[in-house]
Structure formats: structure tokens, C-alpha cells
């Protein structure tokens, strides 16, 4: 499975900012998919997961900002609104299979300035 993210760039504090990434391969497998973060000198944290079901989890310091949604059985979007400071950081979109293999895109930047 290959992980591609694109939409990152650089956004003033409250503005929105929508994020999407692609799997390819053998997307037959995939069971969940989510976006990470990772900041500068912090580890790499969960943002949000959405399952096949259409179940989704948030992360508490998201929860009513941002929303994930699954486009279909390999898309999914990030859609990012009143976007603080803290939310810049490196996006990373994940793709987990049966098995709980889990594959990464390279990620995205995503910056938000005052």
C-alpha cells in the first residue's frame, strides 16, 4: 500500500485548511485510515482515524475543529478549521490493513501563523 498526502501550507490562526490523501495497492485490505501530526521536538500524535464502518475518533484537542471523512474505500480528508499555533506540525496520513500493518505517506507541512 502507498500513502500520498497533499493540502498542506501555510494558514493564519482561524482560518481552515482541508488535507487529503490517497492509497494505492492492495487498498482491498485497509481497515482504517487517519491522519498523525508531529511538531518539532514532540512525538508523532493521532489527529483522527476513520474505520471502513465510517466510525470516527478524534483527538480531544480537535474534537469540534476539524473533521475527517472517507470519500471512498482509499480516500479520506482532513478538513481543518480555526487552526491554532499548536496545530502546526507535519501531517501524516496512515493506512492500516488486516494484520494492523501500518503504512505512512511522507507527510505534509502544515504551518499556521498569528
Known amino acids: 500500500v502507498q500513502v500520498v498526502e497533499s493540502g498542506g501550507g501555510l494558514v493564519q490562526a482561524g482560518g481552515t485548511l482541508r488535507l487529503s490523501c490517497v492509497a494505492s495497492g492492495s487498498i482491498v485490505g485497509i481497515v482504517a485510515m487517519g491522519w498523525y501530526r508531529q511538531a518539532p521536538g514532540n512525538k508523532r500524535e493521532l489527529v483522527a482515524t476513520?474505520?471502513?464502518?465510517?466510525?470516527a475518533n478524534y483527538a480531544d484537542s480537535v474534537k469540534g475543529r476539524f473533521t475527517i471523512s472517507r470519500d471512498n474505500r482509499n480516500t479520506v480528508t482532513l478538513q481543518m478549521n480555526s487552526l491554532k499555533l499548536e496545530d502546526t506540525a507535519v501531517y501524516y496520513c496512515?493506512?492500516?490493513?488486516?494484520?494492523?500493518?501500518?503504512?505512512w505517506g511522507k507527510g505534509t507541512l502544515v504551518t499556521v501563523s498569528s
Open positions: 496512515n493506512a492500516r490493513t488486516w494484520g494492523d500493518l501500518d503504512y
Open positions: 476513520i474505520l471502513r464502518s465510517g466510525t
